[in-house]
């Protein structure tokens, strides 16, 4: 047997071990790693996609948070694994569009390969019942009253979004982070915080009035709060555009994404994935693969810069 046909049939050996091994995608447990704690909306969303996604893929997907950096630090361990797929981020579009922007970080939008999303995020300053503030505008009025007051932030749109405003409202406000949600809802219900960023943790006391909602972040206004008007609505000329996907290192093999999409697409149409979106942190669901969900990323990215450079020229 000749060199070039022994070289050839090796390569075939090669080619068709990887099909096989990619074939089996899963072939053992997976990991999902959320930017957030344990509590706010993305986790509590996320515990219900892992269970959906489990019976899809036939193997166990274990929930693990990494917060910090508003989802910046699960991004950065998601970047730098190896794991073809079997360790994954599951959080929203900023954490990958925005914190490369405001911080020295390992990684980039172009980092990662996006699998899909699931829904848009529903974004929204709130106060609590404790003010007695009810609506945007009386929240502003109060804080040029009484300055110094908190504003509980969970990550980096949020805090350069009320940074502009701060600037256009001339406000002197004293900015807190948290851990997401789980740590932003206590300081609000308390009163600590007289206005806070929420990604979805005020749906579980807006009904009860214990948390209102004053604006939207999105450029439309909320599925489940109409009323409260937008940032654009309020003169701001700002909006984001967010949503929550799934994100895996960019050398990911393709067939690996496609099975991971498969499951993801599965789980918008479980009645169990249906329900914690839509029912209890009432976003939308909005499914969408690869270089679409990128394009809202990227834009996403965008629209910050602007913002970002705008407010260093001031």
């Given at each position: 047997?000749?060199?070039?046909m022994r070289w050839g049939l090796a390569c075939v050996a090669w080619?068709?071990?990887?099909?096989?091994?990619?074939?089996?995608?899963?072939?053992?447990?997976?990991?999902?790693?959320?930017?957030?704690?344990?509590?706010?909306?993305?986790?509590?969303?996320?515990?219900?996609?892992?269970?959906?996604?489990?019976?899809?893929?036939?193997?166990?997907?274990?929930?693990?948070?990494?917060?910090?950096?508003?989802?910046?630090a699960a991004a950065a361990m998601v970047a730098s694994s190896t794991?073809?797929?079997?360790?994954?981020?599951?959080?929203?579009?900023?954490?990958?569009?925005?914190?490369?922007?405001?911080?020295?970080?390992?990684?980039?939008?172009?980092?990662?390969?996006?699998?899909?999303?699931?829904?848009?995020?529903?974004?929204?300053?709130?106060?609590?019942?404790?003010?007695?503030?009810?609506?945007?505008?009386?929240?502003?009025?109060?804080?040029?009253?009484?300055?110094?007051?908190?504003?509980?932030?969970?990550?980096?749109?949020?805090?350069?979004?009320?940074?502009?405003?701060?600037?256009?409202?001339?406000?002197?406000?004293?900015?807190?982070?948290?851990?997401?949600?789980?740590?932003?809802?206590?300081?609000?219900?308390?009163?600590?915080?007289?206005?806070?960023?929420?990604?979805?943790?005020?749906?579980?006391?807006?009904?009860?009035?214990?948390?209102?909602?004053?604006?939207?972040?999105?450029?439309?206004?909320?599925?489940?709060?109409?009323?409260?008007?937008?940032?654009?609505?309020?003169?701001?000329?700002?909006?984001?555009?967010?949503?929550?996907?799934?994100?895996v290192p960019v050398n990911t093999p393709q067939s690996h994404i496609?099975?991971?999409?498969?499951?993801?697409?599965?789980?918008?149409?479980?009645?169990?994935?249906?329900?914690?979106?839509?029912?209890?942190?009432?976003?939308?669901?909005?499914?969408?693969?690869?270089?679409?969900?990128?394009?809202?990323?990227?834009?996403?990215?965008?629209?910050?810069?602007?913002?970002?450079?705008?407010?260093?020229?001031?």
């Amino acid at each position: 047997m000749s060199r070039w046909m022994r070289w050839g049939l090796a390569c075939v050996a090669w080619c068709t071990a990887v099909l096989a091994q990619a074939a089996d995608f899963p072939a053992r447990p997976l990991t999902m790693v959320v930017g957030f704690a344990q509590g706010g909306s993305t986790d509590t969303q996320a515990r219900v996609l892992a269970k959906v996604m489990s019976e899809k893929l036939g193997q166990p997907v274990t929930v693990l948070n990494v917060p910090g950096a508003g989802g910046g630090a699960a991004a950065a361990m998601v970047a730098s694994s190896t794991e073809g797929g079997y360790v994954f981020q599951f959080g929203v579009s900023s954490s990958f569009a925005l914190t490369p922007l405001i911080m020295s970080t390992s990684f980039n939008l172009d980092s990662f390969a996006y699998v899909a999303s699931v829904s848009r995020n529903q974004l929204a300053f709130v106060t609590g019942e404790r003010t007695g503030i009810r609506d945007w505008r009386s929240m502003m009025q109060a804080l040029k009253r009484h300055p110094g007051q908190v504003y509980a932030t969970q990550a980096t749109q949020d805090r350069l979004i009320i940074q502009h405003i701060a600037q256009k409202e001339g406000l002197e406000l004293r900015i807190v982070p948290t851990t997401g949600g789980a740590g932003s809802a206590p300081m609000v219900l308390s009163g600590e915080a007289w206005l806070a960023f929420s990604g979805g943790s005020h749906t579980d006391y807006t009904d009860s009035g214990r948390m209102i909602v004053l604006a939207s972040l999105d450029e439309r206004r909320l599925m489940g709060y109409p009323d409260a008007p937008t940032l654009k609505e309020l003169g701001y000329g700002v909006s984001v555009e967010s949503l929550r996907v799934v994100a895996v290192p960019v050398n990911t093999p393709q067939s690996h994404i496609d099975a991971l999409a498969a499951a993801l697409e599965a789980a918008t149409r479980d009645p169990r994935f249906i329900d914690v979106t839509v029912n209890r942190i009432r976003q939308p669901i909005q499914f969408m693969r690869g270089e679409e969900v990128k394009a809202v990323v990227r834009r996403e990215a965008e629209e910050f810069k602007r913002l970002q450079d705008a407010l260093k020229t001031r």
